[in-house]
């Protein structure tokens, strides 16, 4: 099955606690991308990468790191989470030959809380 | 950059009746236009979307128009069901963004029996 896989699902943490959440996707897409979403403000591309070693800033990339260091794999790691990190995550992909015949696939997301 | 607001945040329809959010973008190059839906504790799923050759496409019970003079998109859901329940979230995006989605804040869509 085609498919993004997050990883937790739930995490709850402290501040300044290191963390990682990892996304994966079994459908050979160029494409992946990290959203947080906030009531009212909708979803908002924090990173994005066109492929493997190539990253890009999204419109609200600070306090947030990424790599991409295989196709499949591409995890959202957060050096010293603060409060107003407390959201909803999502991790994205798509393949990027045909951009307007390819949707975007969302993973089921992570729900942070940072206390 | 490109600015998308959609209304309204909240719509409460009865079972059967129709439904319409509206999206508005500021960026008169966006020229493409999905709709994605987000049931509760999953992610967003694209369910119809559009492009700027073209004013309204239809797929089943679901429909979208849009407007480039005005800038403004909808969505509208005929016949209700209490599965169409869900947030929606337009998007747009532009040919020399590589695609990049800029989304609405979403519509919480709510279908009463």
């Known amino acids: 099955e085609a498919q993004v896989t997050q990883n937790p699902r739930y995490l709850i943490t402290v501040t300044g606690k290191k963390l990682t959440v990892t996304c994966s996707q079994n459908?050979?897409?160029?494409?992946m991308s990290w959203y947080r979403q906030d009531p009212g403000l909708g979803l908002r591309q924090i990173y994005y990468?066109?492929?493997?070693?190539?990253?890009d800033k999204g419109d609200v990339p600070e306090g947030y790191k990424v790599s991409r260091k295989e196709k499949r794999n591409f995890p959202l790691i957060l050096e010293s989470p603060s409060p107003n990190q407390t959201s909803l995550y999502f991790c994205a992909s798509r393949a990027i030959e045909q951009p307007y015949n390819s949707p975007l696939h969302f993973g089921n997301g992570t729900r942070l809380t940072v206390t | 950059g490109e600015n998308v607001e959609q209304h309204p945040s909240t719509l409460s329809v009865q079972e059967g009746d129709s439904a319409v959010i509206k999206c508005t973008y500021s960026d008169s190059a966006s020229n493409y236009f999905p709709w994605y839906k987000q049931e509760l504790g999953k992610g967003p799923q694209l369910i119809i979307d559009i492009r700027s050759n073209v004013g309204e496409k239809k797929d089943q019970r679901i429909a979208v128009t849009l407007n480039k003079t005005a800038k403004h998109f909808s969505l509208h859901i005929t016949e209700t069901q209490p599965e169409d329940s869900a947030v929606y979230f337009c998007?747009?995006?532009?040919?020399?963004?590589?695609?990049?989605?800029?989304f609405g804040a979403g519509t919480q869509v709510v279908v009463t029996p």
């Open positions: 990468s066109m492929n493997v070693e190539v990253t």
């Open positions: 998007a747009a995006s532009k040919t020399d963004s590589w695609g990049k989605l800029q």
């Open positions: 459908m050979n897409h160029e494409y």
